[in-house]
């Protein structure tokens, strides 16, 4: 960037206009550069024991070590890496020895018509905000700069309105009697305007006490401050006095860049505050933090996505003999203070909507600043003449007039050396890296000297001889004179106004030695030269008078003014004191809620323990359910296969009962022919019956005499006749000479039906009391009567027959073969249905299955067989 050594008047140019100034990098030596200087600031980690990736191994070189959860290391990248920097502040350092190191040399270049631009470049959070701007009570880069620049320029300030810019990066210098004006309009604002709250909550602020001493006594300095941020890629004004509307958000002016006659570029019509004392200066920087604030909070913005320009510029002019600052040569410094916005990988950090846009403009501008400084190396290495694309960002393009004009640049790369930031630090690393290849032009100091200045005419030279430096020099020689003379402390014992030195040291006396007593010449001379002074002090004293009518003038205004103000701060006063009541009451319900938050707090507390108690609980009971649950699944499947085995049980039973049921139809069929052919009076012999057999068939006699009544044959097929099976079992060792047991109980009636059973050689018993009696040999066939009565009166006589079978151990067994039954219907009992008679022979059928398959041993054992 060049200096701006402006000649107000008239306006011309004072070097024609410049050709693009890569090109005139590329033809300058490396004696006329100096390379961008790059210190890296290590921030402490925010956990003491967290796993940290840097290592600071000297004063100027650091360690990059991959950890094992960074993308480097799992794609292979496992070894350590070094890079040097120009200065390295590991974590332990302080604001101070930061400040002192990298800034003080170039507030030196400001304070001496130079410029720089210094920034701070990092991640997200690795302390960039910190660096620059710092605490009350420690302050970074920026107040530090103030502090110093106001100690050593102190006593040589311009009076406030005597530098005025005119927006368009020029100053104009403005006459006395218009500065003064302006000074007292500022007065009147500040009565106007209420004093801002906070300010006195406002803790004090540590000063830095270093001073630049080396400065050129017969300069007049003034310093200019403006403060704007460059928030997706557009330049907001952050002293800009119009207030923001939270309501239209999209109204906040934005700012575009120009570039002046020098070819430096700068923010068109920015507000740039001319500041008196370091505190002043801290107020605006303070007031432009706060319009930040407010902006971003309208914009729904974060305040750390946006990049910071602090501009300080000192302007200034050498005095003339009375003191007066000559509209002749200014001499402007820029130091640029740039808070970069902190990069940082989308993918980690997870950013959507407009924290994405945010991200990727800063993104783009990061990337745009590499590839300028990239293109810039290149061009400086290999001599070409690559075209460097300033324009693609705002803040490259705010920077080119550091990078393709004179200065020097200076970069602070904060680190945060926690595990986490590996990936985004080395990136980091390895352009600060780059960054020191790049060279920049050394700026030329300005020469202001008046003497030095080609343009300035004879008048115009003895007007602006050096003032101050040759009162000054006037002053110790006469101080040294009146201690040569005797006087032990002349500088209290003869106090001087400078003002007065000023205009001595201005006086040429004409040759004031005496040649000859006649010689009058001496005396003309003399007299012509108190008359001229004479007269120039009367037309002072008459400027004097004059301006102290109007100072005067000015002072009665001011105390008409005053007497309003006080009034106007009488009634602010009542208005206080209502505001403070106000705020007491708020302040005590503040108080209030905020014991009862803190009570609610409290409570919330116990029911979140109780909740997570019961959470507990719920899960334990869970626990149990769900083995429960599988318990019951168990149970089930047990269930089902017992379920599944009784279904087949029931079905083969089924099956059985099919058959048995099929069975029994056949027999019903069988006696329904029989009942037909009884009914029709003659005997039949059943095909298939068992009872087939000649021997031991009876044809029951049609004609036979009926003592109670006709017999209703209700059941088997052995009604034809014959009391024998002959069916089944019947024993082939029987011996045809062998006789019948007819056991029959006394209680038996006799029926004396026609159907009687026919037995040989039958021995009656009435009670089975000894063996033998059925072990007898003369015994093959037993034969069982028993007689029962049913609730309808009925009488059913059955009469059960057998074989008589000897066994091996020399017992006999009665084998069942076959069961007549004969029943008497009772003349009054209702007739009964077809089916129940069909349900009757069911019964009875399996009465007979039942009992066909017993058997009766000769030792009065039954044996149940198996169907
Ligand atoms: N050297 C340090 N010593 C102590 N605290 C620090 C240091 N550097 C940074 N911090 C703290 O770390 C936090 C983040 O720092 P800071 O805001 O400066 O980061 P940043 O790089 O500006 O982040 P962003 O890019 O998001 O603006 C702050 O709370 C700050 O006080």
Redesign the pocket.
Known sequence: MKPSRLKIAPKVPTKPPMTPARSKQALMTSRDRDPVQVYCRI??LDVPNEESCVTVLSDTVVQVVPPETSQGYRSGTTKATQYTFTGVFDEKSTQKPIFHTVTLPLIEDLLHGKNSLLFAY?V???????TMNGELQDGGIIPRCLDVIFNSIGHFQAKKYIFKPDRMNSFEIQSELDALAERQAEITNKFKTPARRGQENEGQRVTDATRISALDEDQAFAVFVTFVEVYNNTVFDLLDDTPIDPLRPGKIQSKILREDQHHNMYVHAVTEVEVKSADEAAEVLAKGQKRRRVAHTTLNAES?RSHSVFNIRVVQAPLDYQGATPEKVLTVGQLSLV?L??SERNSRTKTTGERLREAGSINNTLMTLRSCMEILRENQLNGTNKMVPYRDSKITHLFKSYFDGEGKVRMIV?VNPRADDYDETLSVMRFAEMAQEVQIARAVQPNVRLEATPRATPAGREALLPGRRKANRVLTEAYRKLEQGGISNPQSEVPFDIDMVFSAARCSWPPLELQSASDDRLITALVEYLQVKIREQQNRREQQMKKCVEVRTLIREMEEELILKRQEVLSLNEQLKDERSRRQTFENRVLNAESANATLQRHVAEHQKYARLLEEELKEKDCLLNQGEIEILNVKAKEKTKRQLEREKLKKELDRYKQVESQLQRQTERFLVMRDLLDAGCSVKVPGSAGSSESDTRTPSLGAKHRVSDPKLVGTPSLRGPAVSTRKRRSRSVDPGKGWLDHRPENILDLDTVFQPQMNRAKSITKLVDSKTVTDAKISKYALTTQEQDSSGEIETKLYKGDVLTTVGGGAQVVLQDVEILRHSSPTAVKRHSDGRLKDVHSRVADIENRCGHAIEGHNRVKKHCP
């Open positions: 921030r402490p990092g997200t959070g690795s302390g960039k905000t910190h750390s808070d916005a902190g904060c």
